[in-house]
């Protein structure tokens, strides 16, 4: 069964700290993703990463950065945390898009700035 | 832009009802679209469709996708309050051809179930 871990399920943070989310996943998956859900917004994609070191913008990755060092780990940083980003935070994995395999997900971290 | 429109927004309904949600899209580089159960915390996966017109069941829920007309149905017979949880419509599209995918979500139906 696949595991997706995420490090804290809630956190508070001050406004302007440096934030990290940590996930981990033990399927050896190659494609890691972080969301955040907000109340009738859905889930909206941050960033992904489909390798080692490798990462892409999703759609709202301002004022977010991403780590990936280690195939298993994918980190979401809020470089300068802000109230705006007061949200649900959701990582998921998945293998390459030829197995055909969905994504699957943490519990998620919620996430308070005050 | 790719989206995801899913409807209703919520939905109240007795045990034993049977009830449909909907979800269309516009999304490039379609490749297969999928349905997920949210209670409180993660997303559970429960189908996921690549072609039009077959039904995929598990129990009391199916879900049938149209790649013509650009949506997909989820049904649930017999409702529990188990089946109580926000429905999560999502598709995937590839992106850049290469082995990464890129999920968008639908803003999802909330669905409760009363005794």
């Known amino acids: 069964d696949v595991k997706v871990t995420q490090s804290s399920r809630y956190l508070v943070k001050r406004t302007g700290e440096k934030v990290f989310l940590e996930c981990v996943q033990d399927?050896?998956?190659?494609?890691m993703f972080w969301y955040r859900q907000d109340p009738g917004l859905g889930l909206r994609l941050i960033y992904f990463?489909?390798?080692?070191?490798?990462?892409e913008k999703g759609d709202i990755p301002e004022g977010y950065s991403v780590s990936r060092e280690k195939k298993e780990r994918f980190s979401l940083i809020l470089e300068s945390a802000s109230t705006n980003q007061t949200s649900m935070y959701l990582c998921?994995?998945?293998?390459?898009?030829?197995?055909?395999?969905?994504?699957?997900f943490g519990d998620g971290t919620r996430l308070s700035i005050l | 832009e790719d989206k995801v429109v899913q409807s209703p927004l919520s939905l109240v309904v007795h045990e034993g009802d049977t009830v449909t949600l909907n979800c269309s899209y516009e999304?490039?580089?379609?490749?297969?679209l999928l349905w997920y159960k949210q209670e409180k915390k993660a997303p559970t996966f429960l189908f996921m469709l690549t072609s039009s017109g077959i039904e995929k069941k598990s129990g009391r829920l199916s879900s049938i996708l149209d790649k013509k007309e650009l949506f997909s149905i989820l049904n649930i017979t017999a409702t529990q309050t188990g089946d109580s949880a926000i429905y999560l419509c999502a598709v995937e599209a590839s992106w850049d051809n290469n082995a990464g995918n890129m999920l968008t979500f639908g803003g999802g139906t909330r669905l409760m179930v009363k005794p």
């Open positions: 998921a994995s998945s293998p390459p898009i030829w197995v055909g395999q969905p994504q699957h």
């Open positions: 990463s489909y390798d080692v070191k490798m990462k």
């Open positions: 999304v490039t580089n379609f490749r297969s």
């Open positions: 399927m050896d998956h190659e494609n």
